[in-house]
Nanobody, 124 residues
Framework: QVQLVLSGGGLVQAGGSLRLSCVAS????????MGWFRQARGKEREFVGA????????RYIDPVKGRFTISRDNGKNTVYLQMNSLKPEDTAVYYC?????????????????WGQGTQVTVSS
């Protein structure tokens, strides 16, 4: 089973930026779409966005469009979530996830294996 290790979470003021990194142990990382999810306290886990296995396409939920950017470096088995103009409502535990199958899609339902999560807190 693939192991996902996240880093980069923390506390930031509203308007600030953070970059999350997710390193996968899977040697065939480049064959899988990668996604980002978040879960705020008392709420269900929410799909944030994803990047295709090829890296040439991304998608985001409306609340983060224009502020968050997902990228990947297949040589480092790493996917990134760059978060700019952060808002208090972005406060959540953030998770990365791998696609369910190689060369698969990158919609929310296409992901099935999550990392341990990292806390992002945005103060007002």
């Amino acid at each position: 089973q693939v192991q996902l290790v996240l880093s980069g979470g923390g506390l930031v003021q509203a308007g600030g930026s953070l970059r999350l990194s997710c390193v996968a142990s899977e040697r065939t990382f480049s064959r899988y779409a990668m996604g980002w999810f978040r879960q705020a306290r008392g709420k269900e886990r929410e799909f944030v966005g994803a990047i295709s296995w090829s890296g040439d396409s991304t998608r985001y939920i409306d609340p983060v469009k224009g502020r968050f950017t997902i990228s990947r470096d297949n040589g480092k088995n790493t996917v990134y979530l760059q978060m700019n103009s952060l808002k208090p409502e972005d406060t959540a535990v953030y998770y990365c996830a791998t696609g369910r199958r190689p060369y698969g899609g990158f919609e929310a339902a296409d992901f099935g294996s999550w990392g341990q999560g990292t806390q992002v807190t945005v103060s007002s």
